[in-house]
């Protein structure tokens, strides 16, 4: 007798439930596939009602395999890859062997079974087990015990659940509104801010100096660098040369041409310039990166940049001789600015001054600049340059831009006096965005917190009003006993009715003989799509670990390859 309340039971999921298997179809017989019965996996389970499938099977493909069909109503538990996930069946449909259909009675509602799991999912994932992939083996599903409240408070308990879970989800796309808003509002902000409005009356109470003329000053102090590096270089030379030009002789310094390629803006004393008359090095990271390395330097790519940071997180690390090399190509330094340019397009930050050095590969752009490195980088980050960026994207497989090309497109300029208060305004208005975005995230997160309140109070017999005069849970435990007798009974009646099935035949392998086959590593799931354990996935890891050391498992990031030991 549970502890809950006395009409409440303590029971086990065998004594409730009929759990049915998946399975899949021969990959290799074309007509088992691409038919007109759905066909789930746990790519599938994503809601509360599944509607819909990726994959489809053929009548062929259902009789001549594990899978069962699970009707309409029926609830899909996943007990592999991810233990514990569920979706009530919208459709009927197929389930292949990560699946368990799961078959109740007595007039349990499907609802209730759905939100029963989803409370007890942590249970599922203790008792998960498996080397490669986590799953729930059936015996251990079958011995989850559970509080089972009578059917009338169940219906009860379903009916409070749907009604706080629609006032949560509510609240939580008002929320995920707001967070819209706030991004559109961003955006408007940064267009806004290049089309000279944000500083609107600062100009006319400051009379800033038009933009040629910074660009005069850029030219000039570029001229003074050259010709620095010029009388640098001529004494590098004269060294070399008294050192027999034994050493590698000194490259000769180029001039970066300040190109008077400039356009009017809508603003007066602003205009449209190119990047490459703003900055001085236009460069982008290796496109041959050094081999990975245990330990060494940061080599980053645009996974690592954000809009606002720099993150140290999953990246190269590289030795340091490489590291010196690729370096002279991507010298990074403090205040310079970094824009992707390869996968993720258009992310853009400045390096602050407080990083450990790194290097760069091809997906990121390092430009260092004669002009603000902030307005240059939340220039950027407006939708004007954004649009005109994504527009010289090219490629298939991974669109890209290129550095000839990055170097001409455009962006608005102005003083640097006003480039200063551009950004000054900017951060502001931002920080009180930060701010409310980290308000709403935290709403959110209170939010699913609620809900999962919400169901550890219904299983607790605390979200409703428990009534002594409904049914006991005992009674319905008995109710159960007697249809799933009956269900059983019928199962084996139409078996012994149905005709055997003619199942084609080919060559059944072993794990064994699929690796001998093979001469280099498999993916274990093709090892396991190509065995005789293809509908069967407990038979297939069953057979590995008789194995044991015959078999070596080889990782390569996120895959799991198999091959036979030497």
Known sequence: MSDINSNWEKVSLADLFIVEGGGTPDKREPSYWNGDIPWASVKDVKTKILNSTIDSITKEGLDNSATNLAKKGDVILITRISPGETSIAGIDSAVNQDLKIIKYFAGISPEFIYYLFKVNKQEFLKRASGTTVKGIKL??????????????????????????????????????????????????????????????????????????????????????????????????????????????????????????????????????????????????????????????????????????????DDYRTIGEDSFELEYKRANVEPGDVLLTVVGTIGRSTVVPFNLPRFTLQRSV??????????????????????????????????????????????????????????????????????????TIEKELKKSELGRQSILKRAFEGKLVDQDPDDEPASELIKRIQEEKKKYVEEQNQQKKKAPKKAKKMSKELSIEEVLKASRKPLLAKDVWQKSKHSGDIEEFYSELKKLGSKVKEIREEMESKLTLSK
């Not at 079958?142 to 169940?154: A, K, T, V, Y």
């Not at 879970?165 to 955006?187: C, T």
């Not at 050259?226 to 034994?246: D, R, T």
């Not at 002009?371 to 669109?399: H, M, N, V, W």
């Open 139 to 312: 015996t251990d599903l079958n011995h989850i015990i559970i509080d089972l409240p009578p059917l009338q408070e169940q219906h009860r308990v379903v009916a409070k659940i749907e009604e706080l879970f629609s006032e949560l989800d509510n609240g939580i796309q008002n929320l995920k509104v707001a967070q819209d808003q706030l991004n559109v509002y961003q955006q408007a902000l940064l267009k806004h801010a290049f089309e000279g409005k944000l500083t609107e009356e600062w100009r006319r109470e400051n009379n800033p100096e038009p933009a040629e003329k910074l660009l005069e000053r850029i030219k000039e102090e570029r001229q003074v660098r050259y010709e620095q590096e010029l009388k640098n270089w001529k004494a590098a030379m004269n060294k070399w040369e008294k050192k027999g030009k034994k050493e590698k002789k000194p490259g000769k310094p180029k001039l970066v041409a300040a190109i008077n390629n400039v356009s009017d803006h809508i603003v007066k004393a602003w205009v449209n310039c190119n990047i490459e008359q703003v900055c001085y090095k236009v460069t982008d990271g290796s496109h041959n990166p050094p081999q990975k390395q245990n330990e060494g330097l940061p080599m980053l790519s645009a996974r690592n940049i954000e809009n606002s940071s720099i993150v140290f």
């Open 365 to 438: 752009a390092l430009l260092k600049t004669e002009i603000e490195s902030k307005y240059l980088s939340l220039a950027f980050q407006g939708p004007d340059f954004q649009q005109e960026l994504l527009k010289e994207a090219k490629g298939t497989a991974q669109k890209g831009v290129y550095l000839n090309t990055l170097r001409k497109l455009t962006i608005p300029l102005c003083s640097i006096e006003e480039q200063i208060k551009i950004i000054e305004i900017l951060e502001y208005r931002f920080s009180i965005i930060d701010n409310m975005e980290s």
